[in-house]
């Protein structure tokens, strides 16, 4: 049985109407109030508040950002952040979160004291990576002021394994 041309032209507009409507596309952000703080935050209406008693100030020893050697298909590299505590509080590291599954870091970090230094280990693995350059980022969320988050970065290439 064939359809007339109208009703799949009808049933395809139908569709994209139902789409658009149960993704939110045509719903205002002040009917959401999770959509309006994040929409505030990112706006800079409402800074970050930071705990100013239990937060320390933080120094990068070596660049947070690296352009790493060229490795093969089949190859890892490590890069290591190495930092200090340079304020008055004990600094804490609460996550380290890679952008992606390609990256691996160190997930456990004891407390830093006042003048201690410490490091951060990431693992990037090529194997099912494209033979390309790769920009890498992962997220340090730590009670340092005036931010609580750095983002370390680097670049690497990989390079198609020699046979």
């Not at 719903?27 to 706006?43: D, G, I, L, Q, V």
């Not at 100030?57 to 930092?83: A, C, H, K, M, P």
């Amino acid at each position: 049985m064939k359809l007339p041309k109208y009703f799949c032209h009808f049933f395809m507009a139908n569709v994209i109407v139902l789409l658009t409507v149960s993704c939110g596309g045509n719903e205002p952000a002040s009917a959401n109030p999770e959509a309006k703080k994040a929409n505030t935050a990112e706006a800079g209406e409402s800074p970050v508040v930071v705990d100013s008693l239990n937060s320390t100030t933080i120094q990068w020893l070596d660049s947070t950002y690296r352009n790493l050697r060229d490795i093969g298909e089949e190859d890892s590299v490590v890069v290591v952040y190495r930092f200090k505590n340079t304020g008055d509080t004990t600094l804490v590291i609460k996550s380290v979160t890679p952008d992606c599954g390609c990256t691996v870091a160190d997930t456990l970090h004891k407390p830093v004291l006042p003048g201690a230094k410490s490091e951060i280990k990431v693992k990037f693995y090529a194997k099912n990576q494209a033979v390309a350059t790769h920009q890498k980022r992962v997220h340090v969320l730590a009670n340092t002021k005036p931010h609580p988050g750095t983002i370390l970065a680097f670049q690497v290439k990989v390079v198609k394994d020699k046979k």
